[in-house]
């Protein structure tokens, strides 16, 4: 479990990685697209329009670290960290639609009955360039996303990594192009990019969609949320719980049943005594609701929550 790190040290690590992306998906997109028209080469051109993407993504990013920095406040109790998930659905949207263009442009393209041109060797140089850069933004986001846990910079790391695949396979569709003389490869090239791109939006919408939606993707923390509680006396029945997250911390709703006879601060002092275990175990835990009941007590309309039993019962596609 990594360490906890606030939202004002991970939003500066936030707003280094937009502003290298912003600077270095500029470069490319400019190059790209400009050589591309140059080069004859539809396969570059959209290369260039998924950089400019890029671009946006990373702008994104930079507004996103500078709203989660901001604390609590009486509109947004909870603090301001969802924000990050919204902006990793909007840059879905954003990547979905440059795919949707490109897709349109390349079928466009295969069946004009235009006479094509080849593309130029200087198209392979510009995708290598291309190859490059995106190994090393794909490995920094990386890096810097797992370190603070970032779903929008590891989306963006992601895109990243997604680009050096469309980048070679650009420069191998370009390549047979120039090889057997036909330019109907670059734009066949084209179309299996914008499949790739439409894919990559699907990918990461439907990772921010499970934040938004209040679940995690790791069920094993509940196992070990009520494995930190095994060794508590006087605590019984943990159940009713609901873990969730914001960004990278664990917002966390538990009951538990205690001997009806004990005084209230005796309950109370069993309650602070499991959260202390829950927050040992899992360190990031941005909060933690307990509600103690008497032992034994029943209520039959409670049908949403965990307990040991259900997860033990959890098909393991599930977990």
Same mark, same amino acid.
């Given at each position: 479990?990594?360490?906890?790190?606030?939202?004002?040290?991970?939003?500066?690590?936030?707003?280094?990685?937009?502003?290298?992306?912003?600077?270095?998906?500029?470069?490319?997109? +400019?190059?790209? =697209?400009?050589?591309? %028209?140059? !080069?004859?080469?539809?396969?570059?051109? $959209?290369?260039? #329009?998924? @950089?400019?993407?890029?671009?946006?993504?990373?702008?994104?990013?930079?507004?996103?670290?500078?709203?989660?920095?901001?604390?609590?406040?009486?509109?947004?109790?909870?603090?301001?960290?969802?924000?990050?998930?919204?902006?990793?659905?909007?840059?879905?949207?954003?990547?979905?639609?440059?795919?949707?263009?490109?897709?349109?442009?390349?079928?466009?393209?295969?069946?004009?009955?235009?006479?094509?041109?080849?593309?130029?060797?200087?198209?392979?140089?510009?995708?290598? +360039?291309?190859? =490059?850069?995106?190994? %090393?933004? !794909?490995?920094?986001?990386?890096?810097? $996303?797992?370190? #603070?846990? @970032?779903?929008?910079?590891?989306?963006?790391?992601?895109?990243?990594?997604?680009?050096?695949?469309?980048?070679?396979?650009?420069?191998?569709?370009?390549?047979?192009?120039?090889?057997?003389?036909?330019?109907?490869?670059?734009?066949?090239?084209?179309?299996?990019?914008?499949?790739?791109?439409?894919?990559?939006?699907?990918?990461?919408?439907?990772?921010?969609?499970?934040?938004?939606?209040?679940?995690?993707?790791?069920?094993?923390?509940?196992?070990?949320?009520?494995?930190?509680?095994?060794?508590?006396?006087?605590?019984?029945?943990?159940?009713?719980?609901?873990?969730?997250?914001?960004?990278?911390?664990?917002?966390?709703?538990?009951?538990?049943?205690?001997?009806?006879?004990?005084?209230?601060?005796?309950?109370?002092?069993?309650?602070?005594?499991?959260?202390?275990?829950?927050?040992?175990?899992?360190?990031?835990?941005?909060?933690?609701?307990?509600?103690?009941?008497?032992?034994?007590?029943?209520?039959?309309?409670?049908?949403?929550?965990?307990?040991?039993?259900?997860?033990?019962?959890?098909?393991?596609?599930?977990?």
């Amino acid at each position: 479990m990594m360490p906890y790190m606030n939202d004002i040290e991970r939003a500066k690590i936030l707003r280094k990685a937009s502003w290298l992306g912003i600077i270095l998906n500029g470069f490319l997109a +400019i190059i790209k =697209i400009f050589f591309g %028209f140059f !080069a004859h080469s539809l396969a570059i051109i $959209g290369d260039g #329009i998924d @950089s400019f993407t890029d671009i946006f993504s990373s702008l994104i990013t930079l507004f996103t670290s500078k709203v989660i920095s901001e604390p609590p406040d009486r509109e947004h109790p909870w603090g301001h960290g969802r924000a990050e998930t919204l902006s990793t659905t909007v840059l879905s949207f954003i990547i979905f639609f440059a795919g949707f263009q490109l897709l349109i442009g390349s079928i466009e393209s295969l069946f004009n009955e235009e006479l094509k041109q080849l593309p130029r060797p200087m198209a392979l140089w510009v995708t290598l +360039i291309s190859v =490059i850069v995106k190994i %090393f933004l !794909a490995l920094y986001k990386f890096q810097k $996303g797992k370190k #603070i846990e @970032s779903r929008l910079l590891m989306a963006d790391a992601v895109n990243m990594r997604n680009d050096i695949f469309l980048s070679l396979s650009v420069f191998i569709g370009i390549g047979l192009t120039i090889y057997f003389q036909l330019p109907i490869i670059d734009s066949l090239a084209s179309l299996l990019l914008s499949l790739f791109i439409l894919y990559s939006a699907y990918d990461i919408f439907k990772d921010a969609n499970l934040e938004l939606m209040d679940s995690i993707e790791d069920q094993a923390i509940y196992e070990e949320l009520f494995e930190s509680l095994g060794d508590i006396k006087g605590l019984h029945n943990p159940h009713r719980c609901r873990i969730r997250k914001i960004n990278n911390l664990y917002d966390i709703d538990l009951d538990i049943e205690v001997d009806g006879n004990l005084t209230l601060k005796e309950a109370h002092n069993i309650s602070i005594e499991a959260e202390t275990a829950v927050k040992t175990r899992l360190k990031q835990v941005f909060d933690i609701m307990i509600h103690v009941e008497p032992l034994g007590n029943i209520e039959h309309r409670e049908q949403y929550g965990l307990n040991p039993q259900s997860i033990k019962t959890t098909p393991e596609k599930d977990k």
